[in-house]
């Protein structure tokens, strides 16, 4: 899953990012509201994590913007104001969750997890697809009851694709949800990584097809049906 982060302070949103990066998330960061605008017009976020006191454009300024444009996008506001006042205007204009700082990353990463259960796949829990289970909390997967471990682009492209079971995913959204700004993205990766999770799905009765010039589907099958 890909997030936008909007923090002023280098320091912190690097701590954040290596911090949400080593559980699996794809982060982009911004330290201006501009640019973070610009962001979320060309970008595709499944959260938004966004500090308030930013420079050019401040974080509610750019919360009541996106909410006119996207009442889905999950927004958790970050910030040193911890007035009522504050957090009233914040949660009025749209944010889903607020946080203020100073906050330890463990409580951070707790509350984006539920936020996540609240705001996505209709409040389930655990998403499936034959045998294949994501638990949406822990951010894992089962197949057939036991844990599969995957390393984090793997993880990304699974999600991305049980996030829309039995629909065709292009491309450039498996980019979208893999890879942040920052980072070199190709085709012909994605399809290393597809090849590797075929190799891990092979001998159940889930399949990740191939529709050319389409994107990828993620659907059940009998077992011995060719990938």
Sequence with gaps: MRTLLVEDHPSLAESIQRSLEAAGWRVDVMHDGVSARTALETESYALLLLDIGLPEMDGFTLLSWLRKRDTRLPVMLLTARGSINDRVRGLNLGADDYLIKPF????????INA???RTRHDGQQIHRCGALAFDISARSFTLHEQPLPLPPRELALLEALMARVGRTVSK????AQMFSMEEDSSFDAIEVYVSRLRRKLDGSDVRIVTFRGLGYQLETSPSD???
């Design 172 to 175: 450039e959204h498996l980019a």
């Design 225 to 227: 049906a060719p990938a």
């Design 104 to 111: 330890s990353l463990s409580e951070l990463q707790a509350r």
């Design 115 to 117: 936020l996540i259960r």
